[in-house]
């Protein structure tokens, strides 16, 4: 007697958990996609600075925010992947239905375009100049997660994965594992939560020693002398009081060194973070602009202090501009 093929299971009705599931699935993995592409080449930017590249972000901010979204997308996919695939098990004809092909099918289409928009990007990036070392690891890390993308859910589309739960199963923890190693790995560039705390505190004390200088300039245009004491510069009028350590409670040292000159001091938790070409390329693309002159706030950790002298040609008193006029 000649076998027959088992007849494919008809397809089960679509209920709107089926329509959920998949939708937030597909949702889901284009978040954990862009989010781990996004560390990935956080990543390859930290370890591979380039002169003409943007500076990086000292908190990490592009890290932290995939970071987050890894730790969050990545887990729900694969939680959402198991109860999709169990459901299926218990009713094959779950295999079946529309919205089952329509989600595998543009998870497909969406990887294939995801391939083709990055390459594309990276290859402009590259031909304007960017570093061989940056745009290859770029260009392996966009193949990689996009053509297993593709493949897994190739296969999928098959049925392989219903044949083989034990395999995806495995699957689901390699990928879980990878994103567990990227998110620790996130911490070796930005730091703990608690340094950049540190890093956040010292932004605030450079920001108020700029504040205290300028209205020591502002008061030496008025008065033709320095304070005496920072408690010279305080003015209700002007709603202006002079700032204090926001991390002791302390205020900041000040000491007159000459008549045009004085120091500035604070006590700082880190050395100023040198993020010089770990951001994206290029940093200009349009102009040369012209270079402009900034004081130097550059600190080490520990007690610092900032040596400042008084231009008068460039910083006149009030009443010598009145006599120019």
Same mark, same amino acid.
Request: aromatic share 12%; glycine share 6%; charged share 20%.
């Given at each position: 007697?000649?076998?027959?093929?088992?007849?494919?299971?008809?397809?089960?009705?679509?209920?709107?958990?089926?329509?959920?599931?998949?939708?937030?699935?597909?949702?889901?993995?284009?978040?954990?996609?862009?989010?781990?592409?996004?560390?990935?080449?956080?990543?390859?930017?930290?370890?591979?600075?380039?002169?003409?590249?943007?500076?990086?972000?000292?908190?990490?901010? &592009?890290?932290?925010?995939?970071? =987050?979204?890894?730790?969050?997308? $990545?887990? +729900?996919? @694969?939680?959402?992947?198991?109860? %999709? #695939?169990?459901?299926?098990?218990?009713?094959?004809?779950?295999?079946?239905?529309?919205?089952?092909?329509?989600?595998?099918?543009?998870?497909?289409?969406? &990887?294939?375009?995801?391939?083709? =928009?990055?390459?594309?990007?990276? $290859?402009? +990036?590259? @031909?304007?100049?960017?570093?061989? %070392? #940056?745009?290859?690891?770029?260009?392996?890390?966009?193949?990689?997660?996009?053509?297993?993308?593709?493949?897994?859910?190739?296969?999928?589309?098959?049925?392989?994965?219903?044949?083989?739960?034990?395999?995806?199963?495995?699957?689901?923890?390699?990928? @879980?594992?990878?994103?567990?190693?990227?998110?620790?790995?996130?911490?070796?560039?930005?730091?703990?939560?608690?340094?950049?705390?540190?890093?956040?505190?010292?932004?605030?004390?450079?920001?108020?020693?700029?504040?205290?200088?300028?209205?020591?300039?502002?008061?030496?245009?008025?008065?033709?002398?320095?304070?005496?004491?920072?408690?010279?510069?305080?003015?209700?009028?002007?709603?202006?009081?002079?700032?204090?350590?926001?991390q002791s409670g302390a205020a900041?040292?000040y000491t007159v060194t000459g008549p045009l000159s004085f120091?500035?001091?604070?006590?700082?938790?880190?050395?100023?973070?040198?993020?010089?070409?770990?951001?994206?390329?290029?940093?200009?693309?349009?102009?040369?602009?012209?270079?402009?002159?900034?004081?130097?706030?550059?600190?080490?950790?520990?007690?610092?202090?900032?040596?400042?002298?008084?231009?008068?040609?460039?910083?006149?008193?009030?009443?010598?501009?009145?006599?120019?006029?």
């Open positions: 007697m000649e076998n027959t093929p088992a007849a494919a299971p008809s397809a089960s009705k679509t209920t709107p958990r089926d329509f959920f599931f998949w939708a937030g699935l597909v949702i889901a993995l284009i978040g954990s996609v862009a989010s781990l592409t996004t560390l990935l080449f956080s990543y390859i930017n930290f370890a591979f600075p380039d002169p003409l590249a943007y500076y990086g972000d000292p908190y990490g901010g &592009a890290v932290r925010a995939s970071m =987050a979204f890894v730790i969050v997308f $990545i887990p +729900t996919t @694969l939680i959402l992947a198991h109860l %999709i #695939r169990k459901t299926i098990l218990k009713e094959p004809g779950k295999a079946n239905i529309w919205v089952r092909r329509w989600a595998l099918g543009l998870t497909l289409f969406l &990887a294939s375009v995801t391939i083709l =928009a990055d390459l594309v990007t990276l $290859i402009m +990036t590259f @031909l304007g100049g960017e570093i061989t %070392i #940056r745009f290859g690891l770029k260009v392996a890390v966009v193949l990689l997660i996009a053509l297993s993308v593709f493949l897994h859910f190739l296969a999928d589309l098959k049925g392989y994965w219903l044949q083989n739960v034990k395999k995806a199963g495995l699957i689901s923890s390699s990928v @879980l594992a990878m994103a567990l190693v990227s998110v620790i790995a996130g911490f070796f560039i930005i730091g703990t939560p608690g340094e950049i705390r540190m890093l956040r505190f010292d932004e605030q004390k450079v920001s108020d020693l700029q504040s205290i200088q300028y209205q020591i300039v502002n008061y030496y245009q008025q008065k033709e002398e320095l304070p005496e004491t920072l408690t010279f510069l305080d003015d209700p009028i002007s709603s202006f009081m002079t700032p204090v350590d926001p900041y040292r120091e500035l001091c604070a006590v700082f938790n880190k050395p100023t973070p040198d993020t010089r070409g770990q951001g994206a390329y290029p940093a200009r693309d349009m102009s040369y602009p012209s270079m402009g002159i900034d004081d130097n706030w550059q600190h080490e950790a520990g007690d610092t202090c900032f040596a400042r002298t008084i231009d008068p040609e460039r910083y006149p008193v009030f009443e010598n501009e009145k006599a120019l006029r």
